[in-house]
């Protein structure tokens, strides 16, 4: 069956119908990002192959190889994303399967938090581990208190600190391409499983994990390429090993002036991302999140050698974990074989509480200093006072802002939507040529590093006129959370079982229909994430504001960014309480009308 | 500002699914602009963009009924000016703190910038010739010297040297994560003459910072974070620049500063290229450069004046943390952005390496 006809639902298309079809989708993605990203960034590149005087030279390559440090700080970056991503997609997984598997009420709780914290500003996240691990932060202070340590301890500065503190900025994330992919797995197959006399560590690896594949691929491969591109929680929180590469770019942007060397780094970034993504595409297969589903089938009558690979790893962790579940059940003497779970259930209870503590502590630990007397963000709050409040409700400055990014970020989510979603449906499921060179331009904003999408952007800008405007800011944003929407949205068609648009198209539903009553309604859970995921990196973004705002106007990053890194007073803990209080108001708000309806 | 925000709605009405309202837009703004006689100044943010605010924009605007509206960017806003001029856009009319770095490299890449000709002014004759050149001039000097903890030392380090001495001065220290001021420092702790820091001895530079290393706790990068670690006690000595540590010492923080071969640079003003106010410009830098105005911004922030007749309203007790204080000057040096711009990419290898090994 041809994919272009059953997406048409028609008798033979034509040739033209059949082209519309295949690119049709995928004409505003490419229009979009060949415009607003490949145009200006390829121009402000090209710059890294000029010499003094404008012509063509390897000045910048000569010079980025001439010295090893440049290699080796390419190596450190690769190394601390890395550990990253292992850290979130083993952190994010437990969270990840009690939210998708648990009850509707219980379900939304474990959300909630999980949302509260991801909708904490970067910069607040940042500043609230800096109030916790600082030499004489909170974690210090509590152990001597306890008397477990003598004196203050060094737990800031060093590369696990800068793991703690990317890990914590990508875990909601990563649950939340995980969840609907989780959510669309059928309970009953584990449960066969165990019928068929599977121990539950094995009915886990064998059954469940493989299914889940898709989220966790998905999921590590928007972490990794995100955090590629950090650079402020390295500053705060690394010492002078943890050098990554996006520091050395902004440096050599902001002060060094030399844009011909910055674009040869980021040229550098760009080849080692390309690398990593192919050589990942090869073993782990993005093809799990690429293929479509008949080739999913195909998989399934005779898996690769990749896939046999994996299929021995996962039945050797199987083994591993039944034999330590035995063995748990063996110390706590509970061998009754009717209720095998028990002291799993309750383990991962456990581990799933840890993490939401982890997640939401350096937001939570903001609230006690918004309060502080004392003009630092420091540990412990020196007195009581309302005064950081006062200074936020005395400025109209900060309501505007908010107000702005309110704004902004609705417009981007919605375009983002509405340019990504068509084209994921088109990745996902037609046969495309180039498919993985596709997606690689989909995933480009997320490689390229922001500051070299801002300063491109701004120059485009400048010639159309649209530095300040609402306009340029929405476009802008929508530019970097497309990735976003195209990979979640992705994730989720994977596992969405296509036979059931067959069966509405059977019963003589048109296309428009089955989409609008089938699909778009099963698929509902991605859509969501997706537009969060839109909404938020809009309301948190700050590079690209910075610039094509022109500095006329403020968004509430860029504003909280000008008191960081000018005063860092507590005003900016408790414009982060009030945010809180205000997205935990929201969210209460909508789980109350999601559960009425369902009622 | 309401002008602004006028034509804002304008142009997004214009734009809902039309380009031909991106297009439009310019010329509206533009419009707008000549017939209510505003400027648009790059200004830097925080705490020196509202003391610029009280002591220049607002009086200003008093006295010549000119808005003067504030555009915040990064520190080296060289990439947007180039592509303000470039693009013909005119969103900035003129730019204020643009360090002589930055004046530098938009000259030698080419013509995004006007020649003021205010030399033969009264005020601008008031300034020493140090501080301006015929496409730019100086209006507020910042500098880097030693910020400690007043409470963790009973003899204070009163320079460099001792803040390379760790034997008499114990403690945690911090520095910049960049050459630039950091190389300099090294050479005076190894006991160089102001007068032969440049061009800088690198070999002995870095071997001098060779010794510091093991006790620098950390290598900052925004000078916030320089502030957010001494005040936290994180570390108890580090070169930052000083309106910083002055700021936080008004706070309550237990700061002080210690000036010997302070090194530092200068903040000017600059007109853009193609700029539909050029004698409005030239018109508020004068306004901007009297003695009393640049007292007005000394007074909050610790950003010194260019003008020396500004000290006679500044309360000599203020003039001991504006490093144009001839005390000060006495030992201090200039950042030589020549030497610099000349040799920074070579150096920055360097130093990168040598943090990372």
């Not at chain 1, 010295?67 to 997609?89: D, E, G, R």
């Not at chain 2, 013909?88 to 000259?107: V, Y």
């Not at chain 2, 006679?312 to 007790?317: D, G």
Request: positive net charge; hydrophobic residues 50%.
């Amino acid at each position: 069956m041809s994919l272009a006809a059953s997406s048409r639902g028609a008798g033979r298309p034509s040739r033209l119908r059949q082209f519309t079809g295949r690119w049709g989708k995928l004409a505003p993605v490419l229009f979009f990002l060949l415009l607003l990203i490949l145009y200006p960034v390829g121009k402000l590149l090209s710059l890294s192959f000029q010499g003094p005087g404008g012509v063509f030279s390897l000045q910048a390559y000569e010079r980025l190889f001439a010295s090893s440090v440049y290699v080796q700080v390419m190596v450190v970056t690769l190394k601390i994303s890395f550990w990253t991503t292992l850290a979130t997609v083993v952190i994010s997984y437990p969270v990840a399967r009690a939210i998708a598997r648990l009850p509707g009420a219980t379900r939304n709780r474990l959300m909630f938090w999980v949302q509260l914290s991801f909708w904490c500003s970067f910069l607040i996240r940042t500043f609230g581990w800096m109030v916790l691990l600082n030499r004489n932060g909170f974690i210090s202070q509590t152990l001597q208190y306890l008397q477990i340590v003598d004196g203050p301890i060094d737990l800031l500065y060093s590369a696990p600190s800068v793991i703690v503190g990317m890990t914590h900025a990508m875990v909601p994330l990563c649950i939340l391409t995980m969840v609907p992919v989780m959510e669309g797995i059928d309970e009953n197959l584990s449960k066969a499983g165990m019928t068929l006399g599977g121990r539950p560590g094995s009915v886990f690896w064998r059954v469940y994990f493989p299914l889940s594949l898709p989220g966790v691929t998905a999921g590590a491969l928007l972490v990794f390429i995100t955090s590629l591109g950090f650079f402020i929680v390295p500053a705060f929180l690394g010492s002078r090993h943890e050098t990554m590469i996006t520091q050395l770019i902004i440096e050599q942007v902001q002060e060094y002036l030399n844009w011909g060397f910055a674009g040869a780094l980021s040229l550098l970034l760009l080849v080692a991302a390309l690398v990593i993504f192919t050589i990942y595409d090869r073993l782990l297969g993005i093809s799990t999140l690429t293929g479509s589903s008949d080739r999913g089938v195909k998989a399934g009558a005779g898996p690769g050698w990749a896939g046999l690979i994996g299929l021995k790893i996962c039945a050797g962790l199987g083994h591993v974990s039944d034999m330590l579940f035995s063995a748990i059940d063996r110390i706590f003497g509970n061998r009754g074989a009717g209720k095998p779970r028990r002291s799993g259930a309750g383990l991962e209870w456990a581990v799933v509480l840890a993490i939401l503590a982890f997640l939401i502590l350096p937001a939570l630990i903001m609230v006690p200093v918004s309060f502080t007397a004392g003009s630092r963000i420091n540990w412990p709050p020196e007195g009581f006072s309302l005064r950081w409040y006062q200074g936020l409700l005395d400025s109209p400055v900060w309501l505007q802002a908010a107000t702005r990014s309110v704004i902004v970020a609705l417009g981007a989510a919605t375009l983002a939507m509405l340019i990504g979603t068509p084209a994921a449906f088109a990745i996902a499921r037609q046969k495309l040529p180039g498919r993985t060179l596709i997606l690689a331009l989909v995933l480009s904003p997320l490689i390229i590093p922001r500051m070299v999408i801002a300063v491109a952007l701004f120059y485009f800008y400048a010639q159309i006129g649209l530095v300040g405007s609402y306009a340029g800011l929405i476009v802008g944003h929508a530019v970097l959370a497309i990735p976003y929407v195209v990979i979640t949205v992705m994730a989720v068609l994977k596992s969405y079982d296509t036979r059931y648009d067959q069966a509405a198209w059977n019963l003589g539903a048109r296309p428009t229909q089955t989409l609008r009553f089938i699909t778009l309604p099963l698929i509902k859970g991605g859509l969501i994430s997706a537009f969060l995921f839109a909404l938020i990196t809009s309301f948190d973004e700050l590079t690209i504001a910075l610039f094509v705002t022109g500095g006329l106007t403020t968004t509430l990053p860029k504003q909280m960014w000008d008191d960081a890194i000018n005063v860092a007073t507590p005003i900016l803990a408790a414009a982060s309480t009030l945010l809180l209080v205000f997205v935990a108001v929201i969210t209460l708000l909508i789980h109350r009308l999601q559960t009425k309806e369902q009622k | 500002m309401s002008d602004t925000r006028k034509s804002a709605i304008s142009r997004r009405t214009l734009l809902i699914g039309a380009s031909a309202g991106a297009v439009a837009a310019p010329s509206i703004w533009t419009s707008a602009r000549a017939q209510t006689k505003r400027l648009i100044v790059r200004t830097p943010g925080g705490p020196t963009a509202e003391a610029m605010k009280k002591a220049y924009y607002e009086p200003f605007q008093a006295a010549t009924g000119i808005e003067i509206v504030p555009a915040t960017s990064n520190n080296e806003p060289v990439s947007q000016i180039k592509a303000i001029v470039e693009s013909k856009s005119k969103t900035w009319d003129m730019a204020a703190s643009l360090s002589r770095a930055s004046i530098r490299q938009l000259l030698k890449d080419g013509d995004f910038l006007m020649k003021h000709g205010l030399d033969n002014e009264a005020v601008v004759k008031e300034i020493p010739v140090g501080f301006r050149n015929e496409y730019a001039i100086g209006h507020g000097v910042y500098a880097t010297p030693l910020t400690y903890r007043k409470d963790k030392f009973k003899e204070p380090p009163k320079n460099w040297k001792d803040f390379f001495d760790v034997k008499a001065f114990p403690g945690r220290r911090a520095m910049r994560k960049n050459p630039v001021e950091t190389l300099e420092i090294a050479l005076f702790a190894d006991g160089v003459a102001p007068k032969d820091i440049y061009p800088l001895d690198l070999d002995r530079a870095f071997k001098s910072l060779d010794r510091i290393k093991p006790h620098v706790a950390h290598w900052w990068t925004s000078p916030v974070q320089a502030i957010q670690l001494i005040t936290n006690g994180e570390v108890d000595m580090v070169p930052v620049w000083s309106n910083f540590p002055t700021a936080a010492a008004e706070q309550g923080a237990p700061l002080s500063l210690a000036w010997e071969n302070n090194i530092w640079g200068t903040d000017m003003f600059t007109i853009l290229k193609g700029t539909e106010n050029f004698e409005t410009c030239r018109q508020f830098i004068l306004f901007c450069l009297q003695g009393e105005r640049q007292a007005g911004v000394g007074r909050q922030v610790a950003i010194a004046p260019t003008n020396p007749n500004a000290f006679k309203f500044i309360t000599p007790e203020r003039a001991t943390v504006l490093a144009t204080n001839p005390a000060y000057q006495a030992t201090g040096i200039e950042i030589n952005d020549e030497f610099w711009a000349a040799n920074r990419d070579a150096i920055a290898d360097r130093f990168n390496k040598w943090l990372l090994s």
